[in-house]
């Protein structure tokens, strides 16, 4: 590859957006939001995945925002990071509606299941009149500086593959939703 391929050009003119200065997106990999200047995520694994931390508190819109948009059906947030501020995209109980998302996207947690290590939640979301169901995966057992256990990984993974067959498997005959995106911040090691 071209040194150029290498560029965080746009990442390097947004750094008060980005959580960690040493964590920047190449400019090729950048995901690109409507209504929204700048968010650090990137393409991995040739498009399958988004990576991005976790977003500061006035960040809750942009996220939702690439939620919708990139028609993301999973979500894994991997840190348990309680010290620094970080946007609440999420509530922690069941029913309720909030409006979130530049496009007034409609977000609703309908059911949460606790398992040792993560916590699943089944969220809807509805723009207009169309909804999707989104599993959110939060590993809560994850510090900072630290590494996870691979048992507790391990759980983690196959309950996010299984979820994501799930989604495949309800499509039918329809489009199959894309392949999971996973939304995670990057921990500090």
Partial sequence: MKPADYSTSISSQNKNLNRYTNVEPY???????????????????????IATQDPWPNQDDDLWQLIWEHNVRIIVRLSNDNKHPTAHYIRDDIG???VMGHDEIVVSVKDIQRHASFQKRTI???KDAHSRVIDHFHMTNWPEGSVPSPDD???LVTTARNSHKKHNDGNE??????????IARIPQL
Avoid at 30 to 48: R, T
């Fill in 27 to 49: 400019d090729r990999t950048l995901v690109k939001v409507s209504h929204v200047n700048y968010i650090n995520a990137s393409y991995v694994m040739n498009g399958k995945f």
């Fill in 96 to 98: 309720g509606e909030w």
């Fill in 124 to 126: 809807t979301v509805t």
């Fill in 153 to 155: 990984l391990y759980q």
């Fill in 173 to 182: 005959g329809n489009q199959p939703s894309p392949y999971p995106s996973h």
